[in-house]
T-cell receptor
Framework: EDQVTQSPEALRLQEGESSSLNCSYT??????LFWYRQDPGKGPEFLFT???AGEEKEKERLKATLTKKESFLHITAPKPEDSATYLC????????FGTGTRLQVFP | GAVVSQHPSRVICKSGTSVKIECRSL??????MFWYRQFPKQSLMLMAT?????????EQGVEKDKFLINHASLTLSTLTVTSAHPEDSSFYIC??????????????FGPGTRLTVL
């Protein structure tokens, strides 16, 4: 059965304290691994698409990496405005979402 | 990036009434759109795939007669929750692939619609 698992479920960081979020996936015929940011009461905002193992993408304080079994979202020197739920999703012909990591960054 | 809008953003209705939610791709055409449901502190669950000019494809366990989907044009899909009940209260979100129309091209999401059924 196709599955996407994220850890940790919740993460509290001090401003400037770097960390990583994990996304493990088992998706037959994976065509892409996606990261989204979701703020409370809003739809997911697209961050990254990764297509092949070894691929990396960066945007401001975020960097996403991909291996054959998992993806990491690295957050460098986070700020309070990075607080959100980060979702990862994998898909073949449709997306399967993980349950997300709720990130809180304190000043 | 591609912009997807939804209307309304919030709706409160009485049990037994029907509610229509619109999803529009504002700056691109989408032959396929997706409808998701999200319960509090849970992830997005795909309900159905909306196809322009043909019938929607529903996920297992989703009642097609209760959640009517119409993909009227290349930029508009509607979800109608018929005879809504309190258990249908949820956050409904649509998405559309930004290119190619295939399921796993990057999907862009609407802002969501909060449905509350009293």
């Amino acid at each position: 059965e196709d599955q996407v698992t994220q850890s940790p479920e919740a993460l509290r960081l001090q401003e400037g304290e770097s960390s990583s979020l994990n996304c493990s996936y088992t998706v037959s015929g994976l065509r892409g691994l996606f990261w989204y940011r979701q703020d409370p009461g809003k739809g997911p905002e697209f961050l990254f698409t990764l297509y092949s193992a070894g691929e990396e993408k960066e945007k401001e304080r975020l960097k996403a990496t991909l291996t054959k079994k998992e993806s990491f979202l690295h957050i460098t020197a986070p700020k309070p405005e990075d607080s959100a739920t980060y979702l990862c999703a994998g898909g073949a012909d449709k997306l399967i979402f993980g349950t997300g990591t709720r990130l809180q960054v304190f000043p | 990036g591609a912009v997807v809008s939804q209307h309304p953003s919030r709706v409160i209705c009485k049990s037994g009434t029907s509610v229509k939610i619109e999803c529009r791709s504002l700056d691109f055409q989408a032959t396929t759109m997706f409808w998701y449901r999200q319960f509090p502190k849970q992830s997005l669950m795909l309900m159905a795939t909306s196809n322009e000019g043909s019938k929607a494809t529903y996920e297992q366990g989703v009642e097609k007669d209760k959640f009517l989907i119409n993909h009227a044009s290349l930029t508009l899909s509607t979800l109608t929750v018929t005879s809504a009940h309190p258990e249908d209260s949820s956050f409904y979100i649509c998405s559309a692939p930004g290119a190619g129309g295939l399921g796993t091209d990057t999907q862009y999401f609407g802002p969501g619609t909060r449905l509350t059924v009293l």
